[in-house]
């Protein structure tokens, strides 16, 4: 019988190479040391020129460098040795994404989304709606982004571009709804969240409101850029 999967003693002296390699890349990308990640996913290619996920690693590393064709080629060539891993679609999609490269992005966005088994479908479903609303297209954005957090509610990373999207369509009541579910929890406050509340409530016309959030983004985050807006009066920004 053919097995999928293959046990530590399976593994040829340059497996093993390769997997340690990569190992010590991950944890170097991950404390943003990304030269020192690049060197050791070039060792882990050395061993294993064969191994997806080292290239999907190269990838991401020359993307965080701004170097996008070296990433690009990475990305195409972890897709050519894994075609089905909806990681590596998602991770290339937000690449593309990144590159202003709207459509191409949404598309991989959704193949990875369509694979059996795929798991990390709340992350795929909010980098698509992020990514369809810096494309301009909101309504699409706004469907997106409601199916994701229909999904995790209380996920204040989906919250917060879909009361973005709301506001940007004019729907102010909703995305007031959505806001006050952050506003509950003084962790999931931020200076972005604090901002947007004060440019929904001042649309809305609610005075106080607006002044309460206004009050909160000046005391907790004085340095912030949008502490800087508002003191400047620049609501359209």
Not at 96 to 113: I, K, Y
Not at 175 to 203: F, H, I, S, T, Y
Request: aromatic content about 6%.
């Amino acid at each position: 019988m053919q097995r999928d999967l293959r046990a530590t003693s399976d593994l040829s002296d340059a497996d093993r190479l390769a997997q340690v390699r990569l190992e010590l890349a991950s944890g170097y990308f991950a404390r943003g040391q990304t030269v020192v990640a690049l060197d050791e996913v070039k060792r882990a290619l050395a061993a294993r020129p064969d191994l997806a996920p080292a290239h999907e690693l190269r990838g991401l590393i020359h993307a965080q460098l701004g170097e996008s064709a070296q990433a690009e080629d990475s990305f195409r060539r972890a897709l050519q040795l894994a075609p089905r891993s909806g990681d590596t679609m998602h991770n290339y999609g937000w690449f593309l994404c990144q590159q202003r490269r709207w459509s191409e992005a949404d598309g991989w966005f959704s193949r990875a989304l369509e694979q059996p088994g795929y798991r990390a479908v709340e992350r795929t479903g909010l980098a698509q709606g992020i990514c369809q609303g810096r494309a301009g297209d909101l309504r699409q954005a706004r469907q997106t982004l409601n199916r994701v957090v229909e999904r995790d509610p209380r996920n204040p990373a989906s919250v917060y571009p879909l009361a973005e999207v709301m506001f940007l369509l004019g729907d102010d009541a909703a995305a007031r709804a959505q806001l006050q579910r952050l506003q509950g929890d003084a962790e999931l406050v931020n200076a972005q969240v604090l901002w947007l509340a004060v440019k929904v409530e001042r649309r809305l016309g609610d005075r106080e409101a607006m002044q309460h959030a206004a009050r909160l983004l000046v005391a907790r985050f004085p340095a912030s850029a949008q502490a800087v807006l508002y003191r400047e009066g620049r609501f359209d920004e």
